[in-house]
């Protein structure tokens, strides 16, 4: 009785991270500063009772706090806990009383209620004509959809349809039609985001959920595909800092990720451990760019510049536990999150984008099987 106890109160602390998080962008319901904190203070101290809870070793103990130490010193120097949150997540997902079918279908039915909830609202603000319109260099009008970006919206909306269909996998399989009401959601999304993220990502989701690749290929591209990717990214950087001309048009395609990664490097560096960047540098603003203020929005260089690359190595080695211990459909989503990080920094909220916990359940199957 005690351990369900506790169970449900780590499930209804990811229900309220996953709500601060969504809501921390939304222009419709705003929470107080005040609340956001208590938020988080009282999700920590679940998950902190959970790992004082679940018997673990002194050795795994120490190292939990060891890391963990890393995780808020790297947090405080960047002034962003995400890493710290994402950490505390992968420990909770350890825990014995931790159920991965369970926790991802709460995460992803949380996101698609504060999905729908947003949408009627915004659709009576629309009805009014009190919504914002953003239009984007081709002359497209883009909606929110109730947050403060379209493209926030369609991140979200991506990680709820992929969350349904990890979750529903084995129904899809006996019924296909069973895919269409995530694919629903997808459309509707797109209709009013016109993110064109969105609609590469489910694409390219649908295309490797489906694609019968070799398992001893699929386990060497997804093992080492995040460091692959990181290197390739450095490389990129470099190409485009001496005006290659493939690179330059990879930039546009891209809108100018490369500029700004190539920008940070040279006014900042690498990182090692993390370190405080300045996003409002004042660039020179040219054609095509969106701001005169740095814009990080590929996960890879964030680690590289700005989190530290200690968490590269961390993140490699994750891939590395998934690829040689878990199924198929585990070792395709972390390919999914890697193409994904390209885009979107999201991707380091384990608690939105799952696959890197993957990892957390395997390793705890294995330390209940010792």
Request: aromatic share 16%; net charge positive; hydrophobic share 50%.
């Amino acid at each position: 009785m005690q351990k369900k106890y506790i169970c449900n109160l780590n499930y209804f602390a990811i229900v309220l991270i996953v709500i601060k998080n969504m809501l921390h962008y939304s222009t419709i319901i705003v929470l107080p500063s005040v609340c956001e904190n208590v938020i988080e203070i009282f999700a920590y101290s679940i998950w902190g009772i959970t790992l004082l809870t679940s018997q673990y070793k002194k050795k795994y103990l120490f190292m939990f706090f060891l890391c963990g130490c890393v995780c808020i010193y790297s947090c405080y120097i960047c002034k962003s806990f995400i890493i710290f949150s994402s950490f505390m997540f992968f420990c909770l997902c350890m825990s014995k009383k931790s159920n991965e079918h369970e926790i991802i279908n709460i995460i992803y039915k949380t996101i698609f209620w504060v999905l729908l909830i947003h949408f009627f609202a915004f659709l009576i603000q629309y009805l009014n004509g009190s919504v914002s319109r953003l239009v984007d260099k081709s002359g497209r009008i883009r909606l929110s959809l109730g947050f403060s970006n379209p493209n926030i919206v369609s991140y979200y909306a991506l990680w709820c349809f992929l969350g349904y269909v990890y979750s529903k996998k084995e129904l899809i399989k006996e019924e296909k039609r069973t895919i269409m009401l995530p694919i629903a959601l997808i459309t509707v999304v797109y209709i009013f985001a016109k993110s064109n993220t969105l609609l590469y990502m489910t694409i390219i989701s649908l295309l490797l959920l489906n694609l019968n690749i070799p398992s001893k290929i699929l386990s060497i591209v997804s093992k080492y595909a995040f460091l692959f990717i990181t290197f390739i990214w450095i490389i990129l950087v470099g190409l485009y800092s001496s005006s290659n001309t493939y690179a330059i048009k990879l930039n546009n395609i891209m809108n100018s990720r490369l500029y700004y990664s190539c920008q940070t490097e040279k006014i900042y560096g690498y990182s090692i451990i993390g370190k405080n960047i300045d996003l409002d540098v004042g660039l020179i603003r040219k054609e095509g760019y969106m701001s005169t203020s740095l814009i990080l929005d590929v996960t890879y260089a964030n680690l590289l510049y700005k989190y530290g690359i200690i968490y590269v190595l961390i993140l490699a080695l994750i891939s590395v536990v998934i690829a040689n211990c878990s199924d198929d459909i585990k070792k395709k989503y972390l390919l999914i999150w890697c193409i994904f990080a390209l885009s979107e920094t999201v991707s380091l909220n384990f608690v939105i984008c799952f696959p890197p916990v993957f990892a957390a359940f395997l390793l705890k199957e294995r330390r209940i099987e010792k």
